[in-house]
């Protein structure tokens, strides 16, 4: 039986960059039409800045680009911990028996259906301007996934296993942690990805409410003033930031489950 290499070889590193060719070409495409219908048509830069206004934009200073991504950065990494340890526990809970599951469940449902953005004003109230309003509106948003894909993950172990492992009378505890826990570890990254993108999501949905710094607080700033260039200017390090995040997510399911990766091949 042949083993998987830890390190992908030449050969795969050189096919998953092929197999993004096209998504990058599409991509740059879209950007060169952006870039031509702007000039054809002479569209003002306060209705639609050219994607070469919009990068002129990130060179200048007075928008403290630095400081301000920065923000955005501490609030999404604060919201996709948060999120996913307060995920991973409540979703133990839901799992542990099935009176936590008919208690706790109903109860994440509906505090799921609130429009989040409504708490934002009470988050201010209660924690005033700041970085903490932001991460607790960024996990509202991103952690009701984590919980149902973990707790999904924990409860379709295999029955087969269940049984064997209750017949040697092992505790509530070990079942959880032999079988159960290894079994959620591909749902775990499936709610983990989604929470890369929620977090970042919920911390620019703070940012517009509950901040003076940060890429929201600048893009509700440059609104006011219709300064359009720095808005998209701001969008493109948004999107970077959650491809990022996204992306060290896809390389610790990599190393951690390499089985759950569908676009693994075995020899």
Excluded at 48 to 54: G, N, Q, T, V, Y
Excluded at 127 to 152: D, K, S
Aim: hydrophobic share 60%; aromatic share 10%; no cysteine.
């Amino acid at each position: 039986m042949a083993t998987r290499p830890l390190l992908p070889d030449a050969r795969g590193l050189g096919a998953r960059i092929v197999y993004y060719v096209p998504s990058l070409l599409v991509m740059l495409a879209l950007v060169g039409l952006w870039q031509l219908v702007v000039v054809v048509f002479g569209i003002k830069e306060f209705i639609l800045p050219s994607p070469w206004a919009a990068l002129q934009a990130l060179g200048r200073s007075n928008y403290q680009w630095t400081s301000n991504l920065l923000a955005t950065l501490y609030a999404v990494l604060g919201a996709f911990a948060l999120s996913a340890v307060l995920g991973v526990a409540l979703a133990v809970v839901i799992v542990w028996n099935d009176l936590l599951l008919r208690t706790v469940m109903p109860v994440l449902v509906l505090f799921n259906t609130l429009p989040k953005i409504a708490l934002a004003p009470l988050f201010v109230v209660w924690l005033g301007y700041g970085i903490w309003p932001n991460i607790l509106i960024g996990t509202t948003i991103a952690f009701f996934p984590m919980v149902v894909n973990t707790a999904v993950g924990l409860a379709t172990a295999e029955p087969e296993m269940l049984d064997l492992v209750r017949t040697l009378k092992a505790s509530r505890w070990q079942v959880l942690r032999k079988i159960r826990f290894p079994n959620a570890v591909p749902y775990i990254f499936v709610g983990l990805k989604l929470n890369a993108t929620m977090s970042v999501i919920g911390a620019i949905v703070g940012e517009f409410v509950a901040s003076e710094r940060g890429l929201g607080s600048l893009i509700v700033t440059s609104g006011v003033t219709m300064e359009t260039a720095p808005i998209f200017a701001s969008l493109i390090l948004i999107s970077a930031l959650g491809l990022a995040l996204y992306g060290v997510v896809v390389l610790a399911e990599r190393l951690v489950a390499p089985w759950a990766n569908r676009d693994e091949r075995t020899d």
